[in-house]
């Protein structure tokens, strides 16, 4: 599988070989994919999603991941990740045993009171010196199409389970954030501007709003599921916004 | 138009090369006024091949005229002497010129075409002859084929001025080595060496010919090219941004004009949108469903 650049670009002033990762929600794997790219002596990704963890799985696997390193480093794959079905508000890993904390793309899936639990956690499961890798979303601009999509989400997400689905946090936001956790902060560079949300974006986005819908109410839920598949063909695809890396580092 | 050194040339060619083989595709007085109006835009670096149909023969007139003002790059699938004496001079009397700028091995592809081209009675023995009287003034060699074998080429020929090979958004996303088209760039800059990129506007393959005819498609590129003049800006952008000495225009006319004003207008692209454009065609290539994120 191909590394994403927004990935590589996260991780390449980062020193990862040799360190034990943990990549805190999975996804598809491709933190996962660049941490073992990297060198990791171990990556524990962790997600709540048996999908992701099945997909991620498997793609590393399919993948054998050495990338670059002409196959050497594929045979150990298999010993250096170990994906965990869990929630990332109980990481079932022990105090101080990672050194390196990926959350790619992870804080805009959480709500705040999710995002404080997790903070804890990190830095409750990171070993002194640790590095913490946060990249996300800066908040659409007002005017782009697919915040609509994004609001639609949300309020599905809101009336189905009493919470938003996606909170964009801005870059300062979550710097702050961590400082206050007690990392000190490293730096911030730009992963993507435009970010491009493309067809395959938006048909992923509005399937999920059409079915956190329909766990709603009839009336708005159908409402919400209708005005999701509209948006899909009025947006087909935008370039919007940024993506933005932030790394940190927990004191000896 | 912005010019770029290429390579130890002593040739500051323009930041786009008209490919020629736009030309086949045109009338005679057509073919003189595409000419004539890239030249209008500042390009000094025109690209040909005797594969091209009648490109070298329409591109004559306008050449010959301009002669000066163009840096003519040609090339030859000859990978033996004889062949590519014979295959030079054919180029020279089709075109109506006295010498080749750039001489270069077209479209090299395996490690026995390699061998084949630096042995004593390979291609590259008549091009130093070519060479020394003054028939052709620079070497280069033209891949599309495996990353390490462009690579090797570098490594064993001495005289190597240029090196063309694909570059775009597409294959600069995938990590395989036999996409790795960025370690010759970066080889080819620390060995000073020209890098001219071809397949910059290339979207995809075209559908197979049971579900289009060759006879049916829009564009006569090999590839599925893109055709909105944004996505060309991008797409251009994009090559030149990466470090290539020129990018090479599109095989279709139709397309030129819109290559030719991203190449006047071109002001660099930074790297956070050099990235957003890589994943923007990965997913529109990707086979993993699902993906909320980037």
Redesign the interface.
Known sequence: ??????VT?ALDDRSVAGKRCLEAGA??GNATAGLL?NGADRVYAVTNDR?HAR?TRR?VAEAGVG??DGGDRNDDTGDRLTVLEADLRAVPLPDGSVDVITA??LC??LDPAALSAVAEEFSRVAAPGAQLVVDDYDPPPDDAAIGELFAVENAASELARGRPALTFYPAAFLRRFFVGHGWEFERER???????W????VS??V??AASTAAKCPDEPGDALAATARRLKSEIE?E?VG??YGLAFRLPD | MQTRPLGDTGHDSSVMTFGAIALNWLEQEGANQLVEHVLDYGVNHFDVAPEYGDAELKLGPKLRQHREEIFLGCKTQERTYEGAWRKLDRSLNRLGVDSIDLYQVHGLEYDEELDAITGDDGALAAFREAKEQGLIDHIGLTSHGDPDLILDALDRIDDLETVMFPLNPVV??????EY?YEAVLARAEEQNVGTLGIKAFAAGSWPSTDELSEADRPFANWYRPVTAPDEIRERFDFAAARGLTSVISAGDPKLVTMILEAAADYDGM????Q??????V???D?P???????
Request: proline fraction near 6%.
């Open positions: 599988m191909d590394v994403p650049h927004t670009t996804g598809v790219a999908d997909t793609r990338v670059d790619h793309g805009n899936v730009t992963l993507l501007e435009p970010v491009p493309t067809e395959s974006h992923a986005h399937e999920r695809s370039s940024r993506m | 600069a996303g995938k990590d395989d080595d790795d930074d790297e956070a949108a990235r957003s454009l890589i994943e923007r990965r997913h529109d990707s993993v469903p699902e993906q909320l994120h980037h």
